[in-house]
């Protein structure tokens, strides 16, 4: 199974910038797709994006299309997600996740970060 590990969160003014890394560890895969999700106080976890190990296409939810960008580093086995023009409703605990190319089913997730965005 892998491990995944982000870090990057904080707090940050509307408008400011931050960058989140998931760091992925034990049973690395370049079959996996690797997917950033968020989850505010009170709602439900939305998907913000993702990245194909292998190909490196990514996909973004409309929300954060042109704001946010996924990428990786292979030989550091992270992934990022590099969030610009944050708004106060980008506020929530980030996550990164791992599933098999090709399922839906996420089989790893991380422990989650917090961004906070103030206005």
């Known amino acids: 199974q892998v491990q995944l590990v982000e870090s990057g969160g904080g707090l940050v003014q509307a408008g400011g910038s931050l960058r989140l890394s998931c760091a992925a560890s034990?049973?690395?895969?370049?079959?996996?797709?690797m997917g950033w999700f968020r989850q505010a106080p009170g709602k439900e976890r939305e998907f913000v994006g993702g990245i194909s190990w292998s190909s490196g296409s990514t996909n973004y939810a409309d929300s954060v299309k042109g704001r946010f960008t996924i990428s990786k580093d292979n030989a550091k086995n992270t992934v990022y997600l590099q969030m610009n023009s944050l708004k106060p409703e980008d506020t929530a605990v980030y996550y990164c996740a791992a599933r098999y190319m090709g399922t839906t089913r996420y089989i790893s997730w991380g422990q989650g970060t917090q961004v906070t965005v103030s206005s």
């Open positions: 034990g049973r690395t895969s370049s079959s996996y797709y």
